[in-house]
């Protein structure tokens, strides 16, 4: 259910979009794995990968997603999730980042 609720206004977003051409969409999500947490990467990823999946094949050639994840590691504080933040976004042009936050 999170998966969806993640990904509603992505798609809310992309559907009202007139597509002529190609659109590349870079989703990034920054969650630790192996840990305790109920959205750790190793529980959430292949939720994630059922989306990317659902999106592709629902816009097909119109829409080109291209996913980035980073592992913060444990005891990550926030200032270091957020320059990782930062890093991924200058280095990959990130449209949307998703998974857990404040």
Known sequence: MIEKLCLIP?????SN????ASLDITICSI???????PYDYRR???????????????FGNQ???QYVYRNPGPGCSFNEIGAIA?????KYNISVFIGPGK
Do not use: C, H, K
């Open 63 to 65: 829409v080109n997603f």
């Open 31 to 37: 969650v630790s794995s192996g840990g305790s947490l």
């Open 86 to 90: 930062a890093d991924v976004y200058s």
């Open 17 to 20: 979009l007139e597509l002529s």
């Open 44 to 58: 959430s990823g292949p939720a994630v990968d059922m989306a990317l999946s659902t999106l592709q094949a629902r």
């Open 10 to 14: 992505l798609l809310f977003l992309i």
